[in-house]
């Protein structure tokens, strides 16, 4: 079993945060990484923690129609969402939260391993046991998925991304990502819940605290985002709201 490389960030990592605490579709989360890391110059790391209602996000690589159920998202209202970053497709609702780091680095694969590796190491400073990262994007606690991430580079920065398993509806997770039919038997969420863990399991903490302690960890400064860093988050968010974009074509 792999151990977790204690790293600590080795610059001052400044937590953002929104001046009113809306609610915001994922697009808009996509664009303040964006936003973050082409225009702030408060330092060289940023880290902030986000949720959405129910949503599909997909690789900037793959084909909407393979990998999402389109017909399920619309009739049960989860939105979807293509990312710039490569990787798979994941789910995201209310009930998980969504990490975004930004830093001031070039290469990505150093840059991702030690992403992986302070997340890992952050969840065992509240308290989990047997975290680490295993293959190339996931953090595992034991033999179990508790986030996937990926990441995608900018000039001059790099933005890793994942989402954190505090709890979930399992039933959309497994019908929301185009599913095989082995998994929509009868077994499909049982199948769907040995291979992924939550950390309401592992954990007394609530959502609320387990989220305050990241952020206490991580964290060195707090920004707060003005008005006219909203208005810029919006402008890159149209980008993201583009049907060309979403579908691919």
Same mark, same amino acid.
């Given at each position: 079993m792999q151990s977790v490389i204690k790293t600590e960030p080795a610059n001052i990592m400044?937590?953002? *945060?929104?001046? *009113?605490?809306? %609610?915001?579709?994922?697009?808009?989360y996509l664009a303040m990484e964006e936003y973050v890391?082409?225009?702030?110059?408060?330092?060289?790391?940023?880290?902030?923690?986000?949720?959405v209602e129910p949503t599909v996000i997909f690789g900037r690589n793959q084909v909407i129609e393979n990998e999402v159920n389109l017909e399920y998202c619309k009739s =049960?209202? !989860?939105?979807?969402?293509?990312?710039?970053?490569?990787?798979?497709?994941?789910?995201?609702?209310?009930?998980?939260?969504?990490?975004? $780091? !930004?830093t001031s680095e070039n290469n990505v694969e150093e840059t991702f391993k030690r992403y992986l590796q302070m997340i890992s190491e952050t969840l065992e400073s509240i308290g989990?046991?047997?975290?680490? %990262?295993?293959?190339?994007?996931? !953090?595992?606690?034991?033999?179990?998925?508790?986030?996937?991430?990926a990441i995608y580079h900018l000039p001059g920065k790099i933005i890793a =991304?994942?989402?954190?398993? $505090?709890?979930?509806?399992?039933? =959309?997770?497994?019908?929301?990502?185009? %599913?095989?039919k082995q998994?929509?038997?009868? =077994?499909?969420? *049982?199948?769907?819940?040995?291979r992924i863990c939550l950390l309401k399991d592992f954990s007394d903490l609530s959502f609320h605290e387990i989220r305050k302690r990241i952020k206490e960890h991580l964290c060195d400064k707090v920004y707060t985002l003005n008005e006219k860093d909203e208005e810029g988050i919006k402008q890159i968010e149209q980008e993201y709201l583009q049907p060309k974009f979403i579908y691919g074509k």
């Open positions: 400044i937590y953002i *945060q929104l001046a *009113q605490n809306n %609610p915001h579709k994922l697009s808009f890391a082409k225009t702030l110059n408060l330092g060289d790391d940023y880290f902030f923690m986000w949720q =049960h209202h !989860i939105n979807f969402f293509r990312r710039k970053s490569g990787g798979g497709c994941v789910y995201a609702d209310m009930s998980n939260v969504m990490l975004s $780091y !930004i989990l046991e047997n975290v680490h %990262p295993s293959g190339h994007n996931d !953090i595992m606690i034991g033999d179990r998925k508790v986030s996937g991430n =991304h994942g989402t954190l398993l $505090y709890d979930t509806d399992m039933e =959309h997770m497994l019908h929301a990502i185009t %599913p095989s998994k929509l038997s009868k =077994h499909g969420v *049982q199948s769907v819940r040995q």
